[in-house]
Nanobody
Framework: QVQLVESGGGLVQPGESLKLSCTASVSFASFNTMGWYRQAPGKQREACAM??????????DYLDSVKGRFTISRDDDKNTLYLQMNNLKPEDTAVYYC??????????WGRGIQVTVSS
């Protein structure tokens, strides 16, 4: 089974930065969609930043509220997905989950990692 391990969360003040990591136990060649979701208290889980791989191109898609502040990236050699989060705001406070969708039509989730932005 695929295992996803997240790291890099924590507590920061508004305007500061964090970088999340998610390492998969298998090669990224197994997946065609990789990204980050988040769920704030009392709210539904939402897609935050998605990295989509096709046979001809890669592209990223972002939640409107994080555009210009968050950047998704990956390291294929390390099977690791990243989310660089700059200029964090209190409304970014949530549990962040990495999500991978495989070419075999399976959906895999990390356990979630807390990001708290507070003054």
């Amino acid at each position: 089974q695929v295992q996803l391990v997240e790291s890099g969360g924590g507590l920061v003040q508004p305007g500061e930065s964090l970088k999340l990591s998610c390492t998969a136990s298998v090669s990224f060649a197994s997946f065609n969609t990789m990204g980050w979701y988040r769920q704030a208290p009392g709210k539904q889980r939402e897609a935050c930043a998605m990295f989509i791989t096709t046979g001809t191109m890669d592209y990223a898609d972002y939640l409107d509220s994080v555009k210009g502040r968050f950047t998704i990236s990956r390291d294929d050699d390390k099977n690791t997905l990243y989310l660089q989060m700059n200029n964090l705001k209190p409304e970014d406070t949530a549990v962040y989950y990495c999500n991978f969708f495989s070419r075999a039509h399976e959906n895999f989730w990390g356990r979630g990692i807390q990001v708290t932005v507070s003054s």
